[in-house]
């Protein structure tokens, strides 16, 4: 009975035709084409996203150590005397005020840090993706206050 399937004509299909395969391909590449630009730019978004939540972080840990010293850390102190006491806090210094080293922002550059600031009495910048001041966009500057 098996062997008579295959003489009167009927057989098995094994795989896929070619057709099938570019029709596949073709559909793979046009939902790619729609995705790929809109995930890509949310990939930038969560960058500037990671760099504001570490702005505040260094935020309220600069104002931790103003609580415990009596003032921010100057311009040349700069965020490390979270870390480390430096000469002129004293006794009064009751850190580290963050858990890990300073980290670079989200692009590998580190944060300036200027006391007084600009718009109070310190100011944090990250540079953003361009490492350049100004910008827009993933290369616009981020800052505190």
Same mark, same amino acid.
């Given at each position: 009975?098996?062997?008579?399937?295959?003489?009167?004509?009927?057989?098995?299909?094994?795989? /896929? $035709?070619?057709?099938?395969? =570019?029709?596949?391909?073709?559909?793979?590449?046009? =939902?790619?084409?729609?995705?790929?630009?809109?995930? /890509?730019?949310?990939? &930038?978004?969560?960058? #500037? $996203?990671?760099?504001?939540?570490?702005?505040? @972080?260094?935020?309220?840990?600069?104002?931790?150590?103003? =609580?415990? #010293?009596?003032?921010?850390? %100057?311009?040349?102190?700069? =965020?490390? @005397?979270?870390?480390?006491?430096?000469? $002129?806090?004293? @006794?009064?210094?009751?850190?580290?005020?963050? !858990?890990?080293? #300073?980290?670079?922002?989200?692009?590998?550059?580190?944060?300036?840090? !200027?006391?007084? +600031?600009?718009?109070?009495?310190?100011?944090?910048?990250?540079?953003? !993706?361009? &490492?350049?001041?100004? +910008?827009?966009?993933?290369?616009?500057?981020? %800052?505190?206050?």
């Amino acid at each position: 009975m098996h062997a008579a399937k295959y003489q009167m004509g009927f057989h098995r299909r094994k795989g /896929f $035709t070619l057709l099938e395969l =570019l029709v596949v391909i073709v559909i793979i590449g046009l =939902l790619a084409a729609y995705v790929g630009p809109k995930y /890509f730019s949310q990939l &930038g978004k969560s960058e #500037v $996203t990671v760099a504001k939540a570490q702005i505040e @972080a260094f935020e309220k840990s600069l104002d931790t150590y103003r =609580l415990d #010293v009596g003032r921010y850390p %100057t311009t040349e102190e700069g =965020l490390n @005397a979270l870390l480390t006491a430096p000469a $002129t806090a004293g @006794a009064k210094w009751n850190g580290p005020y963050l !858990k890990k080293v #300073v980290p670079a922002d989200p692009w590998g550059h580190a944060y300036a840090y !200027k006391a007084p +600031g600009t718009r109070g009495e310190y100011e944090i910048t990250s540079l953003g !993706k361009d &490492g350049q001041p100004g +910008g827009s966009g993933d290369n616009a500057d981020i %800052t505190s206050q």
